[in-house]
């Protein structure tokens, strides 16, 4: 097995193929918090993660931080400076440890070009990255506060084990990455869950927050949005 087919991404690579691209490219292994990327370095590799997690957020000029969100084992970043050359947008840390395939963007757009399946695959990824971005957008644009909360929170959530109609964010969120990533402050976040907890929709457990009630949530979003729209 070449290296290069752990990585999804790289599938229907001949293994000749993928041998001669995969002499070209890095691995490396980075410890939990280590700084992968920052914003304006000039670089345009390339990085795909082999195993381990890591956060993406930008930053605005006055020092605000938004996060954008994860990305684990499978995913990859940095493809918009490897396509367009510009310096880097956003700034990359490793949420665990993490092993990093890192491939220059000549051979990332080699590999992209000579293969059609390959590149409808990139365009697929990019499309859908782009919708989550923009319906985050719409979000922060017309939800009020607690509204956008809960549908990061929904986003976040994933089916509770044994609780039928319920889900849980595990592990337990912390309230200032929820502000980072709906723009506002940590004590409204904090606020707002103690809200959420009061009116029966959230609760605090062992190991995660439990929502108690999100088919609710989400009525109540959607109704937002079509107020807005």
């Not at 918009?80 to 440890?97: E, F, Q, Y």
Request: aromatic share 6%; hydrophobic share 45%.
């Amino acid at each position: 097995m070449t290296a290069f087919e752990r990585i999804p991404f790289f599938q229907g690579l001949e293994p000749l193929e993928a041998e001669s691209f995969a002499r070209h490219c890095a691995w490396k292994r980075v410890d939990e918090r280590a700084l992968v990327l920052d914003f304006d370095d000039v670089s345009t590799d390339v990085y795909f993660i082999v195993s381990g997690e890591v956060r993406v957020l930008v930053r605005t000029a006055a020092g605000r931080e938004m996060i954008l969100g994860e990305l684990g084992a499978g995913c990859f970043f940095g493809e918009m400076a490897a396509i367009d050359g510009i310096k880097r947008s956003a700034n990359v840390t490793a949420l665990t440890n993490a092993e990093l395939c890192i491939v220059p963007a000549s051979i990332f757009k080699n590999i992209v070009l000579s293969k059609p399946a390959i590149c409808e695959r990139l365009l697929q990824i990019l499309t859908r990255r782009i919708r989550e971005l923009n319906g985050r957008l719409f979000e922060r644009s017309v939800l009020d506060l607690r509204h956008r909360l809960y549908a990061e929170l929904l986003r976040l959530a994933k089916p509770r084990k044994g609780f039928v109609g319920q889900s849980i964010v595990s592990p337990p969120p912390l309230q200032h990455d929820l502000a980072a990533r709906i723009g506002c402050r940590r004590e409204q976040v904090s606020r707002e869950i103690q809200s959420m907890i009061h009116a029966g929709l959230a609760e605090k457990i062992r190991g995660g927050l439990a929502i108690l009630q999100p088919s609710l949530l989400e009525k109540r979003v959607l109704h937002n949005l079509d107020q807005a729209g």
